[in-house]
């Protein structure tokens, strides 16, 4: 079964609107970290924001946040007011602190496009 | 700081070649990661270190790929006899705290 599902290959979004980028896990870990990333066109692996497993808030960096929803598995990451600059392909993964040690498993990513 | 720092970042060889990557972690961190990313297989862990030592390998595809850290500021991943199906980016990646940086990666081709 897969780790993560990021059921979006594509997205498209209006400039300054908001977008929300699905992502779902499965794991029997109670202890876990959900993180974001971002890989824009030149090819880097940008880290954007983290969810650990027993945080009561959701996560909030900047225009980026993390609908954490626990019991139905979902950690979806959230952009307000889109820029142009957003466009990229963005990736889900988990830390599995028990069961996988250091590992990151990522998910098969969204490719955003921001239109102007 | 200078964040995790690959080199090459491009890498082109001939099958049959033995190829090394190179990695300068951030300073300080104590974890380093291995990942390939590929169009077919997405990105998956290859090795990672703690404190220099090796402590998962599973990932790495088979005995043709080998992966050192002599000390806590360089890493290698070597692959020897390399072939077409090693093309990918190579990342490497180092954290102490929560989240791993990345480096820029290197492009590797097997022609």
């Known amino acids: 079964a897969q780790k993560i599902t990021q059921t979006q290959p594509g997205m498209f979004v209006q400039e300054k609107e908001a977008v929300t980028l699905d992502c779902t896990y499965d794991?029997?870990?109670?202890?876990?970290?959900l993180f974001w990333y971002k890989q824009p066109s030149s090819g880097e692996m940008i880290f954007l924001i983290y969810?650990?497993?027993?945080?009561?808030q959701n996560a909030t960096e900047g225009r980026y946040s993390l609908n954490f929803q626990k019991a139905r598995k979902s950690a979806n990451l959230v952009i307000s007011a889109s820029q142009l600059g957003d466009s990229a392909m963005y990736f889900c993964?988990?830390?599995?602190?028990?069961?996988?040690?250091?590992?990151?498993?990522f998910g098969e990513g969204t490719q955003l496009t921001v239109n102007p | 700081d200078a964040g995790v720092i690959q080199s090459p970042r491009h890498e082109v060889t001939e099958m049959g070649q033995e190829v090394t990557l190179r990695c300068k972690p951030i300073s300080g961190h104590d974890y380093l990661f291995w990942y390939r990313q590929t169009m077919m297989r997405g990105l998956e862990l290859l090795i990672y270190f703690n404190n220099n030592v090796p402590i998962d390998d599973s990932g790495m595809p088979e005995d043709r790929f080998s992966a050192k850290m002599p000390n806590a500021s360089f890493s290698t991943l070597k692959i020897q006899p390399s072939e077409p199906r090693d093309s990918a980016v190579y990342f490497c990646?180092?954290?102490?705290?929560?989240?791993?940086?990345f480096g820029q990666g290197t492009r590797l081709t097997v022609v």
């Open positions: 794991t029997s870990d109670p202890s876990y970290g």
């Open positions: 990646a180092s954290r102490t705290g929560t989240e791993a940086f």
């Open positions: 993964a988990m830390r599995e602190e028990e069961t996988s040690g250091s590992r990151l498993t």
């Open positions: 969810q650990g497993s027993y945080d009561q």
